[in-house]
């Protein structure tokens, strides 16, 4: 017998819930797979460094995490980042070249029908 795993975090909960409620009300697909991805178990949740967003991304682009975004590396160009959490140390980066955090709670009330944006796992 398979034994289900559940999320134990309730503001994680609500967050998969959220977005996927915004899929179906929206047609904006993108949430419906960041859901899925938010599912996963927190072993295998994207954690990227700040390098990894400089390398591929361009200036003035949005860049979704699904997961934690770390402070690893340098960033030389202002970019949008929408993750579910931020080291303190990424955050700061990201903030001095000119950049913006925001968590995907906020992007998805404020914008949930976002169109140009680029997931980096």
């Not at 599912?39 to 991304?57: D, G, L, Q």
């Not at 700061?92 to 944006?117: F, M, Q, S, Y």
């Amino acid at each position: 017998m398979v034994r289900k795993i559940t999320k134990t975090n309730p503001n994680l909960i609500k967050l998969i819930r959220n977005l996927r409620k915004k899929s179906s009300q929206e047609g904006a697909a993108i949430w419906k797979d960041v859901a899925r991805r938010l599912e996963r178990p927190t072993r295998n949740r994207a954690a990227v460094n700040i390098s990894k967003i400089n390398r591929h991304s361009d200036e003035d682009e949005t860049v979704l995490v699904p997961g934690k975004v770390l402070g690893s590396g340098n960033l030389d160009h202002r970019v949008q980042v929408v993750a579910l959490s931020f080291s303190q140390t990424a955050r700061d980066k990201i903030e001095r070249a000119g950049g913006e955090c925001l968590t995907l709670g906020k992007i998805v009330e404020e914008n949930p029908a976002i169109k140009n944006i680029k997931i980096i796992e």
